[in-house]
């Protein structure tokens, strides 16, 4: 399970631009609840009413704090590269 630890050490770790295209903040929240992380889905789809129930890519979201602009990493890979970067310890 992903945790919002987890979470916070794979962006110190990989990501180095981390000022908000929209309003130039840098202050961001993963979008969860308290400590649990929420896997947002993206639907992956042509026609807009299959996307209920079609394939989806499941992703991490983040907000920004000042103008809420959302920002979205897959999150299959974030949890590959966690374990990567436990197995490299
Ligand atoms: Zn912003």
Redesign the pocket.
Known sequence: MLTLNNITRFFEQKVKHNI?P????GQWSVIGEENNVFVVKIPLDQKLESMAIGPHMPAIGLM?Q????LKFYSYNQIVASIEQMDENK
Do not use: A, W
């Open positions: 908000c929209s309003c130039n903040s920004c000042n103008c809420y602009y």
